[in-house]
């Protein structure tokens, strides 16, 4: 399937999960799986938070910052891939002079799917217009 970020709209969320400044993200969520497109302006950053159920791979596309995968420090660049595991407890911060760009992959893991699944079952049996309106109805990964 392709995916067209250019289409999807653009969200600006201040204080993403408790985190400096704003995030500007465009966002696909398919019940399972997580993936955005998204930039943190210089000295905005994403909010420490564990990864319980899901894992998450952050690309960074351009600019720099540093991640933080349980308090140790990792500068990123251009081309760097930053991974937190299922477990684990992580955050990104633009400490850099320009936006940093980034793409997000969060699958959620096996149990954890199952669960959201059972949980939305109704939604999801509505078919795509179900799955937006659960989307929109529970933005959890959002804010």
Same mark, same amino acid.
């Given at each position: 399937? +392709?995916?067209? $970020?250019?289409? *999807?709209?653009? /969200? #600006?969320?201040? !204080?993403? +999960?408790?985190?400096? +400044? /704003? *995030?500007? %993200?465009?966002? $696909?969520?398919?019940?399972?799986?997580?993936?955005?497109? %998204?930039? @943190?302006?210089?000295?905005?950053?994403?909010? @420490?938070?564990?990864?319980?159920?899901?894992?998450?791979?952050?690309?960074? @596309?351009?600019?720099?910052?540093?991640?933080?995968?349980?308090?140790?420090?990792?500068?990123?660049?251009?081309?760097? &891939? !930053?991974? &937190?595991?299922?477990? !684990?407890? !992580?955050?990104? #911060?633009?400490?850099?002079?320009?936006?940093?760009? $980034?793409?997000?992959? #969060?699958?959620?893991?096996?149990?954890?799917?199952?669960?959201?699944? /059972?949980?939305?079952? %109704? %939604? @999801?049996?509505?078919?795509?217009?179900?799955?937006?309106?659960?989307?929109?109805? +529970?933005?959890?990964?959002?804010?």
């Amino acid at each position: 399937m +392709k995916l067209d $970020f250019a289409t *999807i709209p653009e /969200e #600006v969320i201040p !204080h993403f +999960k408790g985190g400096e +400044k /704003e *995030i500007a %993200a465009r966002m $696909f969520w398919d019940g399972s799986t997580r993936i955005m497109r %998204a930039r @943190l302006a210089p000295g905005a950053s994403i909010g @420490l938070h564990r990864h319980e159920g899901t894992s998450e791979a952050i690309y960074v @596309l351009s600019g720099r910052g540093t991640a933080f995968l349980d308090g140790a420090p990792e500068p990123l660049g251009p081309g760097q &891939c !930053h991974f &937190c595991p299922e477990g !684990h407890e !992580h955050t990104l #911060v633009n400490d850099g002079t320009e936006d940093l760009a $980034f793409f997000a992959v #969060v699958p959620t893991l096996a149990a954890a799917r199952r669960a959201y699944l /059972e949980a939305n079952r %109704a %939604a @999801l049996e509505d078919g795509p217009q179900g799955r937006a309106r659960g989307y929109r109805e +529970k933005q959890t990964f959002a804010r």
